[in-house]
């Protein structure tokens, strides 16, 4: 099979459809550290910044969030996880700060990611995707 006349450099952006646009927003900018980037509130769209990448918040009942068709369910979810690299992975301090904020801490453990096996917590959102924070390849 012949190579794409491309190469990927890493994930640009990931899209959630959301229920509670403000309760997610917080989440995301309040509890991990994101910072709202840009706006378009007459298509339902709120985008976030974290890190080099962007997660963008769509609400299910806007004019964008219509077109994918019905919401996330407790059972049918957007995906299966969000994996986010953090710098200054302290595993204590981290589930500290998620407990603090009422975030539910999920399995903790080593896993293998894209820059290999490292440390990761896995938390969730307030409509329950699954978000793992992920620590630098152990030494």
Same mark, same amino acid.
Request: aromatic residues 6%; hydrophobic residues 35%; negative net charge.
């Given at each position: 099979?012949?190579?794409?006349?491309?190469?990927?450099?890493?994930?640009?952006?990931?899209?959630?459809?959301?229920?509670?646009?403000?309760?997610?927003?917080?989440?995301?900018?309040?509890?991990?550290?994101?910072?709202?980037?840009?706006?378009?509130?007459?298509?339902?769209?709120?985008?976030?910044?974290?890190?080099?990448? &962007?997660?963008?918040?769509? %609400?299910?009942?806007?004019?964008? @969030?219509?077109?994918? *068709? $019905?919401?996330? +369910?407790?059972?049918?979810?957007?995906?299966?996880?969000?994996?986010?690299?953090?710098?200054?992975?302290?595993?204590?301090?981290?589930?500290?700060? &998620?407990?603090?904020?009422? %975030?539910?801490?999920?399995?903790? @453990?080593?896993?293998? *990611? $894209?820059?290999? +096996?490292?440390?990761?917590?896995?938390?969730?959102?307030?409509?329950?995707?699954?978000?793992?924070?992920?620590?630098?390849?152990?030494?």
């Amino acid at each position: 099979m012949p190579k794409p006349p491309f190469s990927i450099e890493h994930i640009d952006h990931v899209v959630l459809r959301v229920r509670d646009v403000a309760k997610v927003q917080a989440f995301y900018c309040g509890v991990l550290g994101c910072a709202e980037e840009r706006r378009q509130d007459e298509i339902g769209l709120v985008q976030l910044r974290a890190g080099r990448s &962007l997660i963008d918040l769509v %609400a299910i009942d806007s004019k964008l @969030g219509r077109l994918g *068709g $019905a919401g996330p +369910e407790s059972e049918k979810h957007n995906m299966d996880h969000l994996c986010l690299s953090v710098d200054g992975y302290d595993e204590a301090s981290i589930v500290a700060h &998620l407990q603090a904020h009422g %975030a539910r801490v999920g399995d903790i @453990g080593s896993r293998y *990611g $894209a820059q290999g +096996e490292g440390p990761s917590i896995y938390t969730f959102d307030p409509e329950g995707n699954m978000v793992e924070l992920k620590g630098p390849p152990a030494a």
